[in-house]
T-cell receptor, first 112, second 111 residues
Framework: DGGITQSPKYLFRKEGQNVTLSCEQN?????MYWYRQDPGQGLRLIYY???????QKGDIAEGYSVSREKKESFPLTVTSAQKNPTAFYLC???????????FGSGTRLTVV | KQEVTQIPAALSVPEGENLVLNCSFT??????LQWFRQDPGKGLTSLLL?????REQTSGRLNASLDKSSGRSTLYIAASQPGDSATYLC??????????FGKGTKLSVIP
C-alpha cells in the first residue's frame, strides 16, 4: 500500500543535540511538507519542497533544516538552535497540483 | 495571511445525532479546502477535499460544503457514532498549495 512513513514514532533529545526525523513516501508525490503541532495550536508549517533539490522555509523554520536529495525522502533535522523543540511533528506529501495532502503518523519529540 | 477559525472548539453529542462543524477563513483566494480527522496521538486522515470550483463533496455520512466568496465551509456528520469521536481540522489550500490549519473541533459522541 502507498503511504507516508515517519520514524521514529517517539524521539528523545538531550539539550544541545541535533536529531533527525525521517519521512519517506512511496506515493510518487512531488511535494513534501513538515508541520509542527503543539497543544492548543493549529499545525504550523516548518519547511516544504516542491521538487527534488529545492525547498523553502515555512512560517517557523528557525532552528530546523531539511534536505531533498530523493523524491521519496524529506528528512527534518532539529538543531540545537531550536529552543523549544518538544512537539508533535507531521510530514505530508501532495501529488499533482490541487490534489489533497496525505499525512504520516507523526513523530513525538521530547527534550530530556 | 490566511487565518482559519473553527467553531465550536469542542462539541459533545449523544449517539445518533446529526451535527455541523464550522470553518471560516479570511482569504478567499484558495485552490481547495480539505477536512481532516485526527485521533489522539495520531496523524491526520483526509476526509474530504473540495476544489474551489465545487460547492460540496460527500463521502458516506459526511458532507462538506464550501462557500468560497464568504470564506466558509461546513462539515455535516449524519447519524453520529462513538467512532466519530476525534478532532476535526479544516485546511484551505492557497499559495504554493500550502495548507493553513484551524485549531480544530474536538468531537465527543456519547453512546
Amino acid at each position: 500500500d502507498g503511504g507516508i512513513t515517519q520514524s521514529p514514532k517517539y524521539l528523545f533529545r538531550k539539550e544541545g543535540q541535533n536529531v533527525t526525523l525521517s519521512c519517506e513516501q512511496n506515493l510518487n508525490h512531488d511535494a513534501m511538507y513538515w508541520y509542527r503541532q503543539d497543544p492548543g495550536q493549529g499545525l504550523r508549517l516548518i519547511y516544504y519542497s516542491q521538487i527534488v533539490n529545492d525547498f523553502q522555509k515555512g512560517d517557523i523554520a528557525e532552528g530546523y533544516s531539511v534536505s531533498r536529495e530523493k523524491k521519496e525522502s524529506f528528512p527534518l533535522t532539529v538543531t540545537s538552535a531550536q529552543k523549544n523543540p518538544t512537539a508533535f511533528y507531521l510530514c505530508a506529501s501532495r501529488g499533482i497540483s490541487q490534489s489533497g495532502y496525505t499525512f504520516g503518523s507523526g513523530t513525538r519529540l521530547t527534550v530530556v | 495571511k490566511q487565518e482559519v477559525t473553527q467553531i465550536p472548539a469542542a462539541l459533545s453529542v449523544p449517539e445518533g445525532e446529526n451535527l455541523v462543524l464550522n470553518c471560516s477563513f479570511t482569504d478567499s483566494a484558495i485552490y481547495n479546502l480539505q477536512w481532516f480527522r485526527q485521533d489522539p496521538g495520531k496523524g491526520l486522515t483526509s476526509l474530504l477535499l473540495i476544489q474551489s470550483s465545487q460547492r460540496e463533496q460527500t463521502s458516506g455520512r459526511l458532507n462538506a460544503s464550501l462557500d468560497k466568496s464568504s470564506g466558509r465551509s461546513t462539515l455535516y456528520i449524519a447519524a453520529s457514532q462513538p467512532g466519530d469521536s476525534a478532532t476535526y481540522l479544516c485546511a484551505p489550500g492557497a499559495g504554493s498549495y500550502q495548507l493553513t490549519f484551524g485549531k480544530g473541533t474536538k468531537l465527543s459522541v456519547i453512546p
